[in-house]
T-cell receptor
Framework: SQTIHQWPATLVQPVGSPLSLECTVEGTSNPNLYWYRQAAGRGLQLLFYSVGIGQISSEVPQNLSASRPQDRQFILSSKKLLLSDSGFYLC????????????FGPGTRLTVT | GQQVMQIPQYQHVQEGEDFTTYCNSSTTLSNIQWYKQRPGGHPVFLIQLVKSGEVKKQKRLTFQFGEAKKNSSLHITATQTTDVGTYFC????????FGTGTSLTVIP
């Protein structure tokens, strides 16, 4: 069966510090991968999605970047965090064929102080 | 641009009452998906509807996809405390979007 891992679960970082969040998927090949951000009590904002290694689409201009160095690895990064980067970051995967349901990881709760 | 709105944003119900959340898109959707997010948790896929006018049931949950494929609803019969959480619709028009969500509180 497929599983998706995210780490760390929680993170407190000072403003201006770098960020690296990692997401890995097991049990599937060539998945579509997604990064979402959810502010407290709010909806899901799609940040990036990827249909293959090295292929990244950005949905919202921001202080963040994403990379997919391996088929089942998706990384969210920032060189300098802003206060507004605080939130709940969720990684998700879906099958590559047509519009399929998404399966979410447990998320990383980021607080920028 | 495409928007997917949900109403209400918040709903408090007594345990045993029914609950409905509505999802409305500004564009025609090829499909609609529903997710549930428990407090502190991550969204979990519930169901996908594809056909115009489609109705699907999962125990006490009834999902409908509108005839014009621009709206959908989720109805929960006789809510229980385990139904607490935020319910999101998601659909693909020009792009794939999640709705704004409806947060359900069930009062025992």
């Amino acid at each position: 069966s497929q599983t998706i891992h995210q780490w760390p679960a929680t993170l407190v970082q000072p403003v201006g510090s770098p960020l690296s969040l990692e997401c890995t998927v097991e049990g599937t090949s060539n998945p579509n991968l997604y990064w979402y951000r959810q502010a407290a009590g709010r909806g899901l904002q799609l940040l990036f999605y990827s249909v293959g290694i090295g292929q990244i689409s950005s949905e919202v201009p921001q202080n963040l970047s994403a990379s997919r160095p391996q088929d089942r690895q998706f990384i969210l990064s920032s060189k300098k965090l802003l206060l507004s980067d605080s939130g709940f970051y969720l990684c998700a995967w879906s099958g590559a064929v047509r519009v399929r349901e998404q399966y979410f990881g447990p998320g990383t709760r980021l607080t920028v102080t | 641009g495409q928007q997917v709105m949900q109403i209400p944003q918040y709903q408090h119900v007594q345990e045993g009452e029914d609950f409905t959340t509505y999802c409305n898109s500004s564009t025609t959707l090829s499909n609609i998906q529903w997710y549930k997010q428990r407090p502190g948790g991550h969204p979990v896929f519930l169901i996908q509807l594809v056909k115009s006018g489609e109705v699907k049931k999962q125990k006490r949950l009834t999902f409908q996809f509108g005839e014009a494929k621009k709206n959908s609803s989720l109805h929960i019969t006789a809510t229980q405390t385990t139904d607490v959480g935020t319910y999101f619709c998601a659909g693909k028009g020009n792009q794939f979007y999640f709705g704004t969500g409806t947060s359900l509180t069930v009062i025992p």
